[in-house]
């Protein structure tokens, strides 16, 4: 019989019998001229691949039901027939293919019909035979249009045959486990003879593409990716389990092998788009694109540039000038962190480059930081490629990259003397309680000359209290002066800050420095249709200048002196505990940004003082943008339930003070204090304990980011200052008069 001919009496004769017809010896003397692709294959009517809808597949534990093994099996008989009928496809569709690629196929073929038919016998056991359900076209609809050969081998046998590996695997365990012996034997046999189809075709993939010598193991995956088209991606090529032993036995390469492991799966949404940019406040005061950044500031957005790892999906797209090294993607997989696509961009430009490839890219959202000038100008490009409901895009001019400006509306929700009025009309709406009443004493007040604020530092310091100014735009603990009651009057350097602020901003907050003991920060979500969610409340840790150090992931109050934890508890009336009040604000804040036009993630800064009693601060100031508090969330919905954790902003000094050489030093200590361990739950790892770092300690230079956790809160505690980190737990450090 010829090639062809068997092939035609796959592709064209709609009974089982025909498909699974014995060819005997094969010749290839006339492959005959190229076809056209069907449809669909032909089928009787039962498995017509636009027929019935299949149903949904039974889960591992519901095989000891023997109904749900015949119709998994079910499943497996249609995945074999499509396969064979899409290599008989190929035979049809490119007879000049070479011809030992032609008979490699057919052998493949034989082995397709052999399981099939191991399956039809099983099915029979069950009493189900082939066309009792619905079947799948999904093998059909993403290989029956590939373009090559080549094409060909990366979907099936690169794709849908290695990640048959792990179907395999974890369904002849399922089926054992189920008492169905019979059935996990056909399943261990179909997973040793796709460990040869995968080597067949990988081997032909190498050969088809030009590769050769060790080259070819180096640039497999970027072959691959370039080779495979829409629904098929790097992420199909895994099921449930991941057999490493079935991929190396095939010849896959062991860096191809975990670049598989770590592909993200697309579920189908376009992808959103995240970057990092700390400096979102400096560069809206500057006002246009283009300012050039402190030294510290710029080093940071570039050590930290990985950080939405910790909140976007495995669909999503993070904007980096330098993707992440494999060992560090695995290790967030590993931990259970989704791990989205990193784009190489140089990220320092005005403008995405012309060949940027989101340019070209449908778009779910654009989610920077936080909307700044320099965001703007960047993202401008993609704005027209947002598809649905996008969450928030700024008011802006944008006639040329360094000229996009924002609304100066939308601007003024960044101001710290922007808010305090809103405070006060909050305050007077609720109930009186000694949760917020006392609060309004220390509202601040709003400079617009020097003279009006060496006036109100005075009267602070004629009260005994110290003073701090700050710049209504600018980043946080950085932007800001305390005036000691110990110094008297400004300093003459004081003096000059106050009038470059003055100049530059316009005005300028002075506020009493108050007795800090925990500061706060509320999480939300403004919806671009006016709704808010509250995400939640977190503790963060700061040093004496108020600069961040961390946030607190668990419980948040763990830590705190026992007065302290009473406060935040609202006493013996939950109604004015801390979290209670600052949800009430939130949603008050949320729905004032929201009339301002609004829309996107969103956080408040308090703090917990003393003032003759325990008072809150309510509102310091209002953050329209991402904050750390919502990267400490998305973290906390990561650990373990009940475990305690941090999200941990280390330096030099830290280093220095652990001991340790370099962040990676310092890295290897801490995970000899906290060994990992991670526990599975709801079909996601879970981090129970251990250290996970959010950016590649060995490339930053300023700041490492670190995901701790532990069992309780005392063993995070002894593991960091066992490393020579003390961090302020029971309060925030006061300033010395």
């Known amino acids: 019989m010829e090639i ?74 249609n995945h074999e027939l499509l396969a064979l009928e899409l290599m008989a496809l190929v035979l049809l569709r490119f007879p000049d293919a070479p011809p030992a690629f032609r008979r490699g196929l057919v052998v493949t073929m034989r082995d397709e019909q052999r399981h099939l038919e191991l399956y039809l016998a099983r099915m029979a056991e069950h009493g189900v035979t082939l066309g009792d359900y619905g079947v ?23 794709t849908l045959e290695q990640a048959n590996l792990d179907f395999a695997c974890h369904f002849e365990r399922a089926f054992a486990t189920a008492g169905d012996a019979q059935s996990a034997a056909v399943l261990r046999i179909v997973r ?14 190498d050969k088809l593409t030009g590769a050769a010598g060790p080259d070819a193991d180096a640039t497999l995956f970027d072959r691959w990716i370039d ?42 949404r376009p992808p959103v788009v995240h970057t990092f940019e700390p400096a979102c406040e400096l560069q809206l005061a500057h006002g246009r694109p283009g300012l050039v950044l402190p030294r510290a500031i710029a080093q940071l957005g570039r050590d930290l540039e990985t950080l939405p790892v910790a909140w976007a999906h495995a669909e999503d797209v993070v904007l980096v000038r330098r993707a992440p090294p494999l060992e560090l993607t695995a290790r967030w997989a590993d ?164 009038d470059r602020c003055l100049g530059a901003q316009g005005a300028v907050q002075i506020m009493p420095w108050l007795d800090r003991v925990a500061d706060l920060s509320v999480q939300f979500i403004v919806a671009p249709d006016g709704s808010v969610r509250v995400l939640g409340v977190t503790r963060f840790l700061t040093d004496a200048r108020g600069q ?67 008072q809150l601060y309510p509102l310091l100031e209002v953050n329209p943008r991402m904050t750390l508090g919502h990267v400490g969330l998305a973290l906390q919905r990561r650990l373990v339930p009940g475990r305690s954790g941090l999200l941990l902003l280390v330096g030099a000094r830290d280093v220095r003070a652990s001991g340790a050489e370099s962040f990676v030093g310092l890295l290897a200590k801490l995970d000899a204090a906290l060994p990992l361990a991670l526990v599975g739950r709801d079909g996601a790892m879970r981090l129970g304990c251990g250290v996970v770092p959010l950016n590649d300690p060995t490339t930053a230079e300023v700041t490492l980011a670190l995901w701790l956790a532990a069992p309780t809160g005392a063993a995070l505690r002894e593991a960091l200052e066992a490393c020579g980190l003390s961090l302020p737990w029971a309060g925030c450090a006061s300033v010395a008069g």
């Open 548 to 614: 961040y150090l961390g946030t607190v992931l668990g419980r948040p109050s763990w830590g705190l002196p026992p007065d302290v934890q009473a406060f935040w508890h609202g006493a013996d009336d939950a109604h004015v505990s801390v979290s209670r009040t600052l949800h009430d604000l939130a949603l008050h804040v949320g729905k004032a940004l929201s009339k301002a036009g609004f829309a996107g993630a969103a956080g408040v800064d308090s703090l917990i003082y003393r003032d003759d009693t325990l």
């Open 136 to 158: 799948s076209a999904f093998f059909w609809d993403a290989l029956a249009d590939a373009r090559s050969p080549a094409a060909f081998a990366a979907g099936m046998s690169l």
């Open 227 to 268: 080779a495979l088209r829409p629904p098929l991606t790097p992420a199909r090529a895994r099921g449930m389990d991941f057999d490493v032993a079935g991929r190396l036995a095939a010849g896959l390469p062991p860096a191809f092998i975990e670049r598989v492991r770590l592909a993200r799966h697309s579920k189908g």
């Open 335 to 498: 931990a259970g962190l989704a791990v989205p696509e990193f784009i190489e961009t140089p990220l320092d430009s005005a403008t995405l480059p012309r060949d940027h490839p989101l340019r070209d890219t449908v778009l779910g959202d654009l989610r920077p930081w936080g909307w700044s000038p320099d965001a703007v100008a960047r993202l401008a490009p993609c704005m027209a490629q947002v598809v649905g409901s996008p969450s928030f895009f700024p008011a802006a001019q944008v006639n040329a990259p360094s000229e996009a400006l924002l609304d100066p509306d939308r601007v003024a929700l960044f101001r710290k003397t922007h808010w305090p009025t809103a405070l006060a009309a909050w305050l007077e709406s609720r109930a009186p309680d000694t949760t917020t009443v006392l609060a309004g004493r220390n509202l601040g007040l709003t400079a617009t000359t020097r003279r009006e604020a060496l006036d109100a530092i005075a009267a602070l310091h004629a009260t005994g209290r110290h003073a701090v100014a700050k710049a209504p735009l600018g980043t946080a603990g950085r932007a800001a002066i305390r005036l000691l009651t110990s110094e008297g009057t400004p300093t003459t350097a004081q003096r000059s800050w106050l």
């Open 192 to 205: 040793d003879d796709e460990v040869g189809h995968v080597r067949l075709g990988r081997r032909w993939f």
């Open 4 to 77: 062809r001919s068997f092939a035609e009496s796959i592709l064209y004769h709609s009974g089982i019998a025909a498909k699974l017809v014995d060819p005997g010896t094969l010749r290839d003397t006339d492959p005959g001229p190229a076809r056209e692709v069907p449809v669909s294959p032909a089928r009787e009517l039962s498995v017509a691949l636009r027929g019935r809808r299949p149903p949904g597949f039974p889960t591992a534990s519901a095989l000891v039901d023997p109904t749900a093994r015949g119709a998994a099996l079910h499943f497996f008989a």
